[in-house]
């Protein structure tokens, strides 16, 4: 591929170009079959050091046809664009190679390296990339600092233990920068992750939740260690495998200690399996959750002896036994039962759960009132305020709900 007659280069630079076109028309064609072991392993580095110098001309002319805004002419958005259209390279290599070539300029020793083929072209490009990402805070002598640490590791490394080391470079070139702003990115980040915290879980509807979530490294890190302690347990069996992993998880928010958890609605975050008295002695009625869930009546009498489950067995009328008067408030074990029977506040219509919920006394307490699970209900905030306003009047109704009605 020679450069047409017609345009007959006269600035060295592209006379240089026109007889490299020459000579490797020239010695393209040529057979390697006589090229010696040693003679082949010198002339392999040497033709990598060549195109890394080649490259660095390249690089020279494209900064330079940048300056110039060579695109112009033919109405190309920019020079990078109008090179790419004339050489079939994509728009984005070709904005990457100016970006390069802008940064050796300014790099100059860099640059220099690159030209006598001391440097490979990735290589230039991971000193000035880490140079350029140091903070806006950090003076000129330290950038240099830095870029002449990275040129002499060049020598040793290559562009990606390069990068490695750019992004600890003031912990070598100035370590009394790089502990503040190594602090100050740190603090940026786990704010990002705190803001970025997600958990979404979905329940397919045949047994199996599926869920995903973004949590700070540092939550990841000892959710990690928990669950691979437990799953290690089981090296006999499934161990750390993916399977592995996921039983110890569910064993791991099995055992989650129930004093440890906050409470909602006057009761501690636990789940509540509810079954009955035959279900317990082995029988094979099905137990429920109180978030819904239907259980098996073996997985219900699994969960009945585990920490942090509670356990509701209920009699034939489904009853819990009358605390009397003993206490003005319900106890833990009677909210339960009434979230158990009432499944959130009690009025018609209202869908908040019992976790939002107070215990009310259909019989005040002031009016003699005993503190049982019969004479409470599970009302949300909005319905327990209306339920002691002179205005409203409750009626019970069959199915257990209650409603509101304004008084005349």
Not at 70 to 84: F, I, K
Not at 140 to 164: C, G, K, P
Not at 283 to 306: F, H, M, N, V, W
Request: net charge neutral.
């Amino acid at each position: 591929m020679s450069i047409s007659a017609d345009h007959t280069p006269r600035h060295p630079v592209a006379s240089f170009v026109a007889r490299m076109h020459d000579e490797l028309d020239h010695i393209g064609e040529r057979p390697m079959w006589s090229m010696g072991d040693d003679e082949t392993r010198h002339t392999l580095v040497e033709a990598t050091r060549l195109l890394a110098r080649l490259s660095a001309l390249e690089l020279k002319v494209a900064a330079h046809a940048d300056r110039n805004q060579v695109g112009d002419a033919s109405g190309a958005t920019s020079a990078g664009v109008w090179w790419a259209n004339h050489t079939r390279m994509t728009q984005a290599e070709a904005h990457r190679k100016i970006k390069l070539a802008k940064a050796l300029e300014a790099h100059e020793p860099v640059g220099e390296a690159l030209a006598g083929g001391d440097v490979l072209v990735d290589q230039a490009r991971a000193i000035t990339d880490s140079v350029g990402a140091l903070p806006d805070t950090v003076q000129s002598d330290v950038r240099t600092r830095a870029r002449d640490y990275l040129l002499e590791a060049a020598a040793h490394y290559d562009a990606r233990a390069l990068r490695i080391q750019g992004r600890r470079i003031l912990d070598v070139v100035a370590p009394e920068v790089g502990e503040d702003e190594e602090a100050r990115q740190l603090a940026a980040e786990e704010k990002t992750a705190e803001q970025a915290a997600r958990l979404t879980m979905h329940d397919d509807g045949h047994g199996q939740t599926h869920g995903r979530f973004t949590v700070p490294t540092e939550v990841a890190d000892t959710l990690r260690k928990a669950v691979q302690a437990i799953a290690s347990r089981k090296a006999g069996g499934e161990g750390l495998s993916p399977h592995g992993m996921g039983l110890a998880f569910a064993e791991y928010v099995r055992r989650y200690p129930e004093d440890k958890l906050p409470t909602a609605g006057g009761v501690s975050a636990t789940v509540v399996v509810t079954m009955t008295l035959e279900t317990l002695m082995g029988g094979l009625k099905a137990a429920q959750l109180d978030t819904g869930t239907r259980i098996s009546p073996g997985l219900a009498r699994k969960l009945a002896c585990e920490a942090g489950v509670i356990p509701v067995v209920l009699g034939g009328r489904s009853e819990v036994l009358d605390v009397g008067r003993r206490r003005r408030f319900h106890t833990k074990a009677q909210r339960i039962a009434l979230a158990v029977r009432d499944k959130g506040c009690a009025a018609m219509g209202c869908e908040r759960p019992g976790s939002w919920c107070h215990a009310h006394h259909l019989i005040p307490w002031i009016q003699g009132g005993g503190t049982s699970v019969e004479n409470g209900v599970l009302l949300c905030p909005r319905h327990h305020t209306l339920a002691h306003h002179q205005d409203y009047e409750l009626a019970h109704r069959p199915e257990g709900k209650v409603a509101f009605n304004k008084r005349e």
